[in-house]
């Protein structure tokens, strides 16, 4: 019994550690495309600042997608009514 329970509350630390992680690299990429959306005072240090914004989108992109799929691993979707 008591391995189970360390072994469930590891799970949910590597969980949890992992959701942080998207979390953050999400959250950091909003931040800054924010600033740079929201900002004119940086932008004349960016020359590149349309490709740097399109890498910031695909980082949040990714980013959702990460949290989505580990949801989704974690929580079965019920399954289709076929009637």
């Known amino acids: 019994m008591e ?6 509350g590891t799970s949910e630390l590597i969980v949890t550690a992992i959701e942080s992680e ?3 690299q999400r959250d950091k990429a909003i931040a800054q495309l924010s600033i740079y ?6 932008v004349a240090d960016h020359p590149h600042i349309i490709d740097e914004c399109t890498t910031l989108v695909k ?5 959702e997608d990460g949290l989505r799929v ?5 929580v079965p979707a019920p399954a289709p009514n076929q009637s």
Not at 37 to 42: E, F, L, R
Not at 59 to 63: H, R, S, W
């Open 37 to 42: 959306i929201n900002s004119h005072v940086g």
């Open 70 to 74: 580990l949801r989704g691993l974690l």
């Open 3 to 8: 391995n189970t329970r360390t072994s469930n």
């Open 22 to 24: 998207f979390r953050s």
């Open 59 to 63: 980082t949040i992109a990714e980013a």
